[in-house]
């Protein structure tokens, strides 16, 4: 089966840290340009972080810019996000999606979507 799966969600109390998981199921996650997004109940959709081909980040949004971080794992055909100093603010759902066109990563369209993980940041 094809898919893009999330873990790692949870309830964690501010200044907390959780790592994100996202693994592929049917293809090489390798071969795709990965990124992280969120949203928030009644809030758009937002871009985090990319992840291009060769491991480098080509993007990060303000809003997660020294907290957060992405890497690879290709033995385990994972895609993580390191989200650390979390904040209230960071309450969302948690996304990442894979796009095979160079370049698209933050605004697509996309070839996979995950399911979303729900990250809760609350004392």
């Known amino acids: 089966q094809v898919q893009l799966v999330e873990s790692g969600g949870g309830l964690v109390q501010p200044g907390g840290s959780l790592r994100l998981s996202c693994t592929a199921s049917?293809?090489?996650?390798?071969?795709?340009?990965v990124g992280w997004f969120h949203q928030a109940p009644g809030k758009v959709r937002e871009g985090l972080l990319c992840v291009d081909r060769t491991w480098g980040t080509t993007y990060v949004a303000n809003s997660v810019k020294g907290r957060f971080t992405a890497s690879r794992d290709s033995a385990k055909n994972t895609v993580f996000l390191q989200m650390d100093s979390l904040e209230p603010e960071d309450t969302a759902i948690y996304y990442c999606?894979?796009?095979?066109?160079?370049?698209?990563?933050?605004?697509?369209?996309?070839?996979?979507w995950g399911q979303g993980t729900q990250v809760t940041v609350s004392s």
């Open positions: 999606a894979a796009v095979s066109k160079r370049g698209l990563c933050l605004d697509g369209p996309y070839d996979y």
């Open positions: 049917g293809f090489t996650l390798d071969d795709y340009e």
